[in-house]
């Protein structure tokens, strides 16, 4: 299978910045998408900020012009650089891909989450 572990986050104050990072793990044979979801307390899980499978970027409104996605193909790392930090971001952040691995006899589908990274914005 493919696991995702992200690394990064932490506190931060209103108008900071933090960096994080997500690396899969496994045989992978390729990456579809692959992006950041968020999940605030109390609120449902949602889409932050992802590469798309055909390469392009969607973004949340609320963080256009404040967070950017970047890639590191070679490594299966997806990273997130987050400005301009305010308190409405603070929610756990969670990874997630989608593609094919190598199960040895077959590829197969994959659709993995990380367990997540907390993002604490101050005020």
């Known amino acids: 299978q493919v696991q995702l572990v992200e690394s990064g986050g932490g506190l931060a104050q209103a108008g900071g910045s933090l960096r994080l990072s997500c690396a899969a793990s496994g045989i992978i044979f390729s990456i579809n998408t692959m992006g950041w979801y968020r999940q605030a307390p109390e609120k449902q899980r949602e889409l932050v900020a992802v590469?798309?499978?055909?390469?392009?970027?969607n973004y949340a409104d609320s963080v256009k012009g404040r967070f950017t996605i970047s890639r590191d193909n070679a490594k299966n790392t997806v990273y997130l650089q987050m400005n301009s930090l305010k308190t409405e971001d603070t929610a756990v952040y969670y990874c997630?891909?989608?593609?094919?691995?190598?199960?040895?006899?077959?590829?197969?589908?994959?659709?993995?989450w990380g367990k997540g990274t907390l993002v604490t914005v101050s005020s």
């Open positions: 590469f798309t499978k055909g390469g392009s970027t």
């Open positions: 997630h891909a989608e593609g094919l691995y190598d199960s040895g006899s077959r590829l197969i589908d994959f659709a993995s």
